[in-house]
């Protein structure tokens, strides 16, 4: 079974830059959508990006656009979230998670959380100004 690992987050200030990991283990990530997501205090989880393992197509999020870039490397089995330009406004637990349909990935990320599973434990990014 599909299990997730999110790592990277950490304590930056305003403008720092971030990698954050998300490696697989259990089953590989041959056919997915592996989505970043986040979800600030008392605020709903909301999407940042996504990719494709099958053609690695990549779908951001306006607020990622520009500063973030996912990645993967399928030997690996893990996909990384390189985030620029830090805000205080980034601040958030960031999770992975996955989706069996990587062919209508833009659909899907548009949708958001409710449609991925095998969801990580999260990792906390701390931006101050």
């Known amino acids: 079974q599909l299990q997730l690992a999110e790592s990277g987050g950490g304590l930056v200030q305003s403008g720092g830059s971030l990698r954050l990991s998300c490696v697989a283990s259990?089953?590989?990530?041959?056919?997915?959508?592996i989505g970043w997501f986040r979800q600030a205090p008392g605020k709903e989880r909301e999407g940042v990006s996504c990719?494709?393992?099958?053609?690695?197509?990549?779908y951001y999020s306006d607020s990622a656009k520009g500063r973030f870039t996912i990645s993967s490397d399928n030997a690996k089995n893990t996909v990384y979230l390189h985030m620029n330009n830090l805000r205080p406004e980034d601040t958030a637990v960031y999770y992975c998670?996955?989706?069996?349909?990587?062919?209508?990935?833009?659909?899907?990320?548009?949708?958001?959380?409710?449609?991925?599973?095998?969801w990580g434990r999260g990792t906390q990014v701390t931006v101050t100004s």
């Open positions: 990719i494709s393992s099958y053609d690695s197509t990549t």
């Open positions: 998670a996955v989706n069996r349909r990587p062919e209508i990935l833009a659909q899907i990320c548009r949708i958001g959380p409710s449609v991925f599973g095998s």
């Open positions: 259990g089953s590989t990530l041959d056919y997915y959508t």
